[in-house]
């Protein structure tokens, strides 16, 4: 991998929810990554996103679980990424609309925002290393409020 990969060091979680599809309104699961340590972020719990490239193993966790989470290509950032994808028309929802704003199910702003994410912690053995961004600011209260699922 790239030496603009970001270096995870255990736990990593998948983070997810449903919503209804911005385009047909079908429930459709949605997931992001969580890392409560990552190499060079002075100990902020960060959310991932524009996800490019995934371990093999990470990424089997998460298909298994949601085989609609794919890399698939954005009109919008004229570029493929890691994105959920409705399992009923195939259209992508983008990071932007599902991390970027207050309230958005990767961004909550309260405990009863965070409650309605689930988490669970994805197997690995030692550090992992992910092609992706990140933000930081709401992934101790997601880890604090979300539902833990085996």
């Given at each position: 991998m790239d030496d603009d990969c970001l270096t995870i060091s255990p736990p990593i979680y998948m983070v997810g929810m449903k919503i209804g599809c911005w385009?047909?309104?079908e429930r459709m699961p949605v997931v992001a990554l969580l890392a409560?340590?990552?190499?060079g972020t002075d100990d902020q719990v960060c959310v991932l996103?524009?996800?490019v490239s995934l371990p093999k193993d990470v990424l089997g966790y998460v298909q298994k679980r949601v085989p609609t989470y794919q890399l698939s290509y954005s009109k919008t950032v004229q570029s493929k990424?890691?994105?959920n994808v409705c399992p009923k028309c195939r259209i992508l929802s983008g990071d932007f609309f599902l991390h970027s704003e207050p309230g958005a199910p990767f961004f909550p702003t309260c405990a009863e925002e965070a409650g309605l994410l689930y988490l669970?912690?994805?197997p690995v053995q030692?550090?992992?290393?992910i092609r992706a961004g990140f933000h930081v600011g709401t992934g101790r209260l997601i880890l604090k409020y979300a539902k833990r699922i085996p």
């Open positions: 385009r047909c309104g409560p340590t990552v190499e996103l524009d996800v990424y890691y994105a669970a912690e994805i030692g550090p992992v290393r």
